[in-house]
């Protein structure tokens, strides 16, 4: 009852400013239960109506005095009632729901441009010598290849020799496979590149399940060098131009930073500074990393061939990084009904693409011709189709 009280009194305190469906989220936010906040709501009521009128053994108490004293009476009845409330036993219990709600407002206020690099996680995981960790990262999902059906499924566990190969790429700067380690051609090849990129991730889950052990153990020192780690591969996958790879560092960094968060607990040295700065990290790469409403209105956009224009400013070096693979590929593959019906591509798509490989980026040169390339191997497998084959095998991303 008394978690319940101290919750109504910030109900009572803050209710009528913020508004009661903000209060009602940010109270959520701050791991309280749906019934836990239900309560509060309902007894802040019941506390406020007993403010305006009270018992009727007070109200007899008071039948002597003048309208306006009684009123002031009840008022102060009601604040005692609400300063007691909102002390209980101590005032440090009661003042932690504010600095969460405060922590919870520094957060959400902070919005960093979108595609804006991750300053604060890069600060944090501190300057590496140059190379390619992908390269690293690489050969451990190919020495784990084996058994990647049981380890992407979390059947099987990662074996050490998969994880010293993950962590040696942890301790280099950059990360590049698209267009750099790997060209895929055929639709094999991008399916294998893809398996590649889920194996990294599930061995990079393998250093947040040691550091969660580690913490178990009270080792809070080498679980914080495992959360580093596992930050450490999903900023870099961050850095890929694979869409894939941009979804899976984005997964990694959030799972990464809830490890540092329990590591920095246990070492008693997650103050509100720290749960702020942690936050502040998760918004940052949510900004850095391919936003889905983005890839989305590409997917949109590749379905008309008069809109590929549109798709230019994905190319932009700003952009490219997340959102050229994309668009290159939605040029090639996403053919409206009507070129699916007459087994031709619209010749807009290859124009474009041309028109792409040409804006002088060496890794865009690349991945252009590789998905016109693409386009041409979908056309010749189209034409020799029968009509209700084309309609389910040519490439298209129409409803």
Not at 359 to 367: F, I, K, Q, T
Request: hydrophobic share 45%.
């Amino acid at each position: 009852m008394a978690d319940i009280r101290r919750v109504a009194a910030v109900v009572r305190r803050h209710g009528d400013r913020v508004g009661e469906a903000r209060l009602r989220r940010r109270l959520l936010s701050a791991s309280l239960t749906p019934d836990t906040i239900d309560a509060a709501f309902r007894f802040a009521r019941f506390l406020a109506v007993r403010g305006e009128a009270p018992p009727p053994a007070r109200r007899r108490a008071q039948t002597a005095a003048a309208t306006a004293g009684a009123v002031a009476w009840a008022f102060a009845i009601a604040t005692a009632t609400t300063l007691r409330l909102w002390s209980g036993g101590s005032a440090r219990p009661a003042e932690a729901m504010p600095e969460l709600l405060r922590v919870r407002d520094a957060i959400s206020a902070y919005r960093p441009p979108p595609l804006s690099p991750p300053l604060l996680l890069d600060a944090y995981l501190e300057p590496r010598p140059a190379g390619n960790a992908c390269e690293d990262y690489l050969e451990a999902a190919e020495h784990a290849r084996a058994g990647a059906f049981r380890l992407l499924r979390g059947r099987d566990a990662p074996k050490l020799s998969g994880l010293a190969r993950l962590e040696r790429g942890t301790f280099k700067e950059g990360c590049a496979i698209l267009g750099v380690l790997r060209l895929p051609e055929s639709e094999d090849e991008w399916a294998s590149l893809q398996l590649d990129v889920a194996v990294i991730e599930s061995l990079a889950h393998g250093l947040r399940r040691r550091a969660e052990e580690r913490l178990r153990l009270g080792r809070y020192d080498l679980a914080e060098e495992d959360a580093r780690r596992s930050l450490s591969v999903g900023r870099h996958l961050l850095e890929d131009w694979l869409p894939e790879s941009q979804a899976a560092g984005r997964r990694l960094v959030q799972s990464g930073l809830g490890a540092l968060s329990q590591a920095l607990a246990g070492r008693g040295v997650l103050d509100a500074e720290s749960r702020v700065l942690l936050g502040r990290m998760e918004a940052e790469t949510r900004a850095y990393a391919a936003d889905p409403a983005e890839l989305r209105v590409i997917a949109d956009t590749s379905r008309a061939p008069e809109a590929l224009e549109r798709l230019t400013p994905f190319l932009e070096a700003g952009a490219a990084r997340a959102y050229a693979q994309a668009a290159l590929e939605g040029a090639a593959l996403g053919w409206s009904r009507a070129e699916v019906e007459a087994a031709r591509p619209d010749p807009r798509r290859l124009r474009w693409l041309t028109q792409a490989a040409g804006r002088g980026d060496p890794r865009l040169e690349a991945l252009a011709w590789g998905a016109a390339r693409r386009l041409a191997r979908a056309e010749r497998a189209c034409r020799g189709m029968s009509p209700e084959r084309r309609r389910a095998a040519c490439p298209t991303i129409t409803d």
